[in-house]
Structure formats: structure tokens, C-alpha cells
């Protein structure tokens, strides 16, 4: 407290000071303040948020610690214009008096109405929703895993559709919390366990109506990504027909309410009795229809000449094969004939150019020593041997001399 005009105190004096009287001020520690977000900074170590709230014409700094920014249900953005309650105080150190935040809404829409719409464009961006990585549900499942309160309606009304529809399946409760602090860390657990021990072939996941608040651990991430990561296929039954929340988009089919996923989890008995008396009825048509064809065919061949006379058959076979020997022996006496007048042809003509008829005519052959042919007397040297051949016999002459 400051004692005369001309006391000297210290910067600590006066920041101390002034935050006393700003801490005393009763308008000061309850106020709510609308403004648009700005300079925003998560400190993600400590959980404090910081930010700037500004209008038109004016600013001030604000700060958010961490034991009132987890009760958040959305995530501050630059831009965002929001209504805050807190109060205001003077940070000593720097002597900059600042808004303490003990709560925020968004000026306008609800904040699970923006924290829904958040969450969800996140996930989708990540790839959460794609249709390409939903699995089938299977067609006869024999244990169904339900994930819900075990004293709400929703388990009630499971039980009495799938006992109607399919008595043999067998329903494994998992009884969790659906509503209020632990229910979403609880379904994602819940989740994770029938993942781990693989027990089911299918889960329904799931309460019944309420309003937004209610349904809200449906809406949280660790209930996305359990059902994101499921092996086993989910079924997402929460709320009433109009509710929608993140597990609906995350799950691999989603049911406007949980007799409804009960309904899309098992085949109706009823159905699959007519299913079978449908297809027998078409297997006995068919049968009857194929021996009916066989008997036709059964008596057309009894019917047949072959099997009433079956010597029939093999004098008609016999007779063929004594036409067609008869043919081919024909056929072969015709080419031996011509074949032999041709052999005659040309052996006449080779008659006529045979060497030997040419000797015949007083020709002869005069071959030198070496057997060569002696055509010309150019080839011929005085005292060469040759040899003559005659038409009979042959002669061996000494050349005496050589003319032209």
C-alpha cells in the first residue's frame, strides 16, 4: 500500500498493488466476455490454453490452465468467436492484467454441436470413415458380442429380437457404462477385449435415446478408433433413428436403433425356413426334370434297331466292310495296270537309247588306258593302248599314227 506521494516502491510494489485492487473489484471476478479468438496457443506439456480475445476496436490477453481446458468439448480456433465466464487479474510478473478463463462456449453453436463437427472432420481426413475399409457383417454369426448398459432397454429389446430370430446364437454382454465421466475409456476397452480374445463373430455397440449430452461417449475418440482398429465387424446402434454420432460413421454398418442392429446382426429363422423349402422344391423340380429327360432318352435308345437286333447292326457294319475291301482291291488291280503299261513305256524308251543297241549297228567304244572315252584323235599320242569294245567282245590296239 502506498504511504505518501513521496514514498519510492519497487515494480513488484506496484504490480502486487494493482492486482490487490483488481482481485478486490467484485465486478472483476465474475465476468463473461464475447470476443473472437486470436494469437491461440495449446501448451499440449502443461494443458494450458492461451489466447488473445478480440473485437473491433480492443483486445485483451487470456489464459485458460488446464483443470478447467479438459472440460472443453471443443477445440479453440483462431477466428472462433466465443463467450467466456472467468475473471480478471493482473499476471505480477509482467504486470499485464489478463482474463482467467474458467469456462467457454461458442457464440453461436453449441459446443457439442462444434465438437461434434470437429472430431468428425478429423477422423474423416484421417481416413476413418472410407467405405473401402468396411468388413462385411457375417451371414450366420453364432456369437454376438452387445456392448452396452445391461439395465437400459437397448440389451432388452437385442435379446428379444435376435432369441425371435436366430434362438441358436449366443449373445456374450459386455456391461458398460453409456453415459456420464469413464463411459467412452469403458466401450473402448469393451471393444478391445472381444478384439483380444476373439470370441464373437460380431459386435453391436450401442444404448438407446437421449439427448445430446447422453449420447455423448459415443462421440469421443477412444470409442472411434476401438472400432476403427475392431477385427470384428461393428455394428453401431445409438440413439433413435434420427441421432447420429462419430460411431455411426466409424462402424461398419450403422442401425437407427439397437432391435434394428439386432435385426441387421442375425438371419430370421422364419426367412431361412422358407429360403430352404424354396430351394428344395426347385432341387426336386430339377430332379424330376433330369430322370424325366433320362427316361426319354432311356427308351428312345431300348427303342433303337441296334438293341432290339444287334446282328442287324453288325451285318450292316460287315456288308460296309466288303464294299470297301472290294473297292480298295479295285482300286489297287487299276493302279497295278497302269503302273505296269507305264513300266513298258519306259522301258521301250530306254530300249531305244541303250548303248548297247547303238553297238549293235556296228558302232564301238574306244576308251584310253585309264578307261577314259576317247571322243577326238586331239586326245591321242603315237603308241597309246586302247581299248575298243564291240557290239560282242572288245580289242586292245597300239595307235600307229594320227589323223585328222
Known amino acids: ?62 489464459v485458460m490452465f488446464r483443470s478447467s481446458a479438459v472440460r472443453l468439448k471443443f477445440v479453440p480456433e483462431n477466428g472462433m468467436k466465443v463467450i467466456v465466464r472467468g475473471r480478471v487479474s493482473v499476471f505480477e510478473r509482467d504486470g499485464q492484467y489478463q482474463v482467467y478463463i474458467d469456462d467457454m462456449q461458442p457464440d453461436g453453436a453449441g459446443a457439442l454441436t462444434l465438437a461434434f463437427e470437429q472430431l468428425k472432420a478429423k477422423l474423416q481426413k484421417q481416413g476413418l470413415f472410407d467405405s473401402e475399409i468396411k468388413k462385411p457383417l457375417p451371414e450366420f454369426p453364432q456369437k454376438i458380442g452387445v456392448i452396452t448398459s445391461p439395465t437400459g432397454a437397448a440389451i ?83 440413439g433413435h433413428e434420427t441421432d447420429f454420432t462419430i460411431s455411426d460413421f466409424v462402424a461398419d454398418l450403422r ?9 441387421l446382426a442375425v438371419p430370421d429363422k422364419a426367412e431361412l425356413i422358407n429360403r430352404v423349402e424354396y430351394l428344395s422344391s426347385n432341387c426336386r423340380r430339377a430332379l424330376f426334370e433330369i430322370l424325366s429327360k433320362r427316361k426319354t432318352e432311356l427308351e428312345y435308345i431300348v427303342s433303337s434297331p441296334c438293341i432290339k437286333n444287334p446282328l442287324m447292326l453288325i451285318r450292316q457294319k460287315q456288308m460296309y466292310f466288303d464294299s470297301v475291301t472290294l473297292k480298295i482291291r479295285n482300286s489297287a488291280r487299276l493302279i497295278f495296270s497302269e503302273e505296269k503299261i507305264r513300266f513298258a513305256k519306259t522301258a521301250a524308251a530306254l530300249d531305244t537309247l541303250s548303248p548297247f543297241k547303238i553297238l549293235a549297228r556296228g558302232y564301238s567304244v574306244v576308251t584310253d588306258s585309264d578307261g577314259r572315252v576317247v571322243s577326238s584323235s586331239e ?13 560282242k567282245g572288245s580289242a586292245e590296239c597300239v595307235v600307229k599314227s594320227i589323223g585328222e
Not at 197 to 214: F, K
Not at 255 to 263: D, F, K, L
Open 379 to 391: 586326245n591321242l599320242n603315237k603308241d597309246d593302248v586302247l581299248n575298243i569294245k564291240f557290239s
Open 1 to 62: 500500500m502506498i504511504q505518501s506521494k513521496a514514498a519510492v516502491i519497487t515494480v513488484s510494489q506496484l504490480n502486487f498493488y494493482i492486482k490487490s485492487l483488481f482481485d478486490a473489484d467484485e465486478n472483476l471476478s465474475y465476468v463473461f466476455l464475447s470476443g473472437e479468438v486470436s494469437n491461440f496457443t495449446n501448451h499440449y506439456r502443461t494443458g494450458h490454453l492461451y489466447m488473445t480475445l478480440k473485437d473491433a476496436n480492443a483486445s485483451v490477453k487470456a
Open 156 to 238: 432388452q429389446d437385442i435379446k428379444n429380437v435376435i432369441f425371435r430370430r436366430c434362438p441358436s446364437a449366443e449373445i456374450i454382454l459386455y456391461p458398460v457404462l453409456v453415459q456420464g465421466d469413464g463411459a467412452s475409456e469403458q466401450i473402448a476397452r469393451a471393444i478391445d477385449f472381444f478384439n483380444e480374445t476373439d470370441i464373437t463373430d460380431v459386435l453391436i455397440v450401442g444404448r438407446g435415446g437421449g439427448s445430446a449430452e447422453d449420447l455423448w461417449a459415443f462421440n469421443e475418440e477412444a470409442v472411434a478408433y476401438a472400432i476403427y482398429r475392431s477385427h470384428i465387424p461393428v455394428i453401431s446402434a445409438v
Open 255 to 263: 442401425a437407427p436403433t439397437p432391435s434394428a442392429a439386432a435385426e
